[in-house]
């Protein structure tokens, strides 16, 4: 017996320390485990070989140490809470310890930097329904719901559409998704109270966009209504459908914005924006936690900054902007992007608020100073007139940070000369651009050489573009109506 004991004790040593209780023997053996029980006879140990009996004679000391739940509540002191890999051990400890109330506990932490982590979502009982997390409960409901609704769809007589009318597209959200989306959100705004002082944030969505922050509610939904209107305008603009999805590679397919009112907080909930929607390299991630404001990508689509003095409307349009054209076009040359952008908030809102930041002469000069309704107008207008402009295939090829304040009124003016009535040969233009040979496909597009590119964006510039006298009078006088659109010129013959 006693042999047998030395033996196991070895055993249990050549493994390592390890967590729980120690029988000391008398004999300098000890064993490690789970005391069961103990009384003036004898021990009983549940080791990792087997439950072991020992006689109390036999035994020098019985020292119970600490329980999982102990070491879990020391191991979560800590834990660093904003540490995704940090509670990924914590979970693993939990696991290994079946603490599973405990795990639950980690998991709630995790989401509260990782609204979608799978795992976490799974192991509090969430179910993925159409892109978004719902409980298990609400999963039921709405698959009952939805096969109730296919039932009676499946009862009602077969409707063709009338000879010569195309069937509307379906509606973009109705019932169950309505739902689930609105779960979604709560379920994002709680779990990124802790960053707020406990009290929730705004998380408000509609189909192709999200606003997050320190927004109120009405005003969230506010600029949902534009962006949305925007968006199916774009959308028709190009010969798309209203329901077609441009933003399928962000979370949820869509465009979201994260509004804060201060540096402190937006450094706060960078590792989780990062976490959750857009992951950034160590040089990206340096600039925007100097500059506080994060443009969207393709495959990134959060745009997060602090609140200035360019309004949330400016902030939103530009954002979309930048981004529609990237995805259409694929990879938009620098001035081609800030154009479209600027295009698109001068549409809805009449002026162009936003300019991306950069460390060196991007976005400086009067055009960011002042951003009355007529500066781009009036800039324009000047190049012309002074031929200071920079040419078409000079613009093509300048880097982002060397764009100034006037290569930016000019990229807008020739996405206009371009863009208006004529998206297919924007699109086949920018798609098809070849920084080197632009000659050919200038030739191939428009039937034009750059010179004569420049030649007939100047003749648009003074005939279209007029400086309004009075706002109130924008669009009602002779003064400030633009000549009817034209494409780019064809060269005679071609």
């Given amino acids: 017996m006693r042999a047998f004991l030395l033996l196991a004790s070895a055993v249990l040593l050549l493994a390592g320390e390890a967590l729980g209780d120690v029988v000391r023997l008398k004999n300098g ?7 069961v029980s103990q009384n003036d006879t004898e021990v009983v140990i549940e080791t990792s070989v087997g439950r072991q009996t020992i006689p109390r004679a036999d035994v020098e000391a019985v020292e119970i140490g600490a329980t999982p739940r102990d070491e879990y509540l020391e191991r979560l002191k800590k834990v660093d809470k904003r540490d995704l890999m940090e509670l990924a051990d914590l979970v693993d400890f939990c696991k290994t310890n079946n603490l599973r109330k405990e795990m639950k506990d ?6 509260r930097i990782d609204a979608d982590n799978e795992e976490a979502r799974e192991g509090l009982g969430y179910v993925k329904i159409e892109g978004e997390w719902v409980s298990k409960a609400r999963a039921k409901e709405l698959e009952a719901e939805r096969k109730r609704k296919e039932e009676e769809e499946s009862k009602r007589p077969s409707k063709e559409p009338a000879k010569g009318k195309a069937a509307g597209p379906a509606p973009l959200e109705v019932g169950a998704a309505i739902t689930a989306n609105a779960a979604a959100d709560k379920a994002e705004a709680d779990s990124l109270k802790d960053y707020f002082g406990g009290t929730p944030p705004t998380v408000l969505s509609s189909r192709n966009f999200s606003i997050k922050g320190q927004v109120p509610p009405d005003r969230a939904q506010e600029l949902l209504d534009l962006l949305e209107k925007a968006y199916a305008e774009l959308n028709a603009k190009f010969g798309l459908p209203p329901e077609h999805q441009m933003f399928k590679a962000g979370v949820a397919k869509r465009l979201h914005f994260l509004f804060l009112n201060d540096k402190a907080t937006f450094n706060d909930l960078l590792p989780w924006v990062e976490s959750k929607y857009h992951k950034l390299d160590d040089a990206a991630r340096d600039f925007v936690r100097e500059s506080c404001r994060m443009a969207p990508s393709v495959t990134g689509t959060m745009a997060a ?32 992007q800030e154009g479209f952008s600027f295009f698109v908030s001068t549409s809805h809102i009449g002026r162009n608020t936003t300019y991306c930041t950069t460390l060196t002469e991007y976005g400086k000069g009067s055009i960011a100073d002042k951003d009355l309704d007529n500066s781009y107008v009036l800039l324009c207008r000047e190049m012309v007139e002074e ?5 078409f295939r000079e613009l093509m090829v300048t880097g982002l940070n060397k764009l100034d304040y006037e290569d930016l009124a000019q990229g807008w003016s020739i996405v206009r000369y371009i863009l208006e009535g004529h998206p297919d040969t924007f699109l086949k233009f920018f798609k098809s651009y070849n920084p080197q040979n632009q000659e050919k496909t200038l030739k191939d597009v428009f039937g034009v050489s750059p010179e004569e590119f420049d030649a007939g964006w100047c003749e648009w510039v003074l005939k279209n573009l007029q400086v309004a006298e009075k706002k109130e009078e924008k669009g009602k006088g002779k003064k400030g109506k633009e000549e009817p659109k034209k494409p780019p010129p064809k060269k005679k013959g071609a």
């Fill in 305 to 336: 900054l602090v609140q200035g003095d360019g309004g949330l409307e400016g902030d939103c349009l530009h954002n979309l902007g930048g981004l529609y054209v990237d995805a259409m076009v694929g990879a938009a040359r620098p001035w081609l």
């Fill in 106 to 111: 980690v998991y709630s932490m995790i989401l």
């Fill in 29 to 35: 053996g000890r064993l490690e485990g789970k005391v």
């Fill in 387 to 391: 031929k200071t402009f920079r040419p």
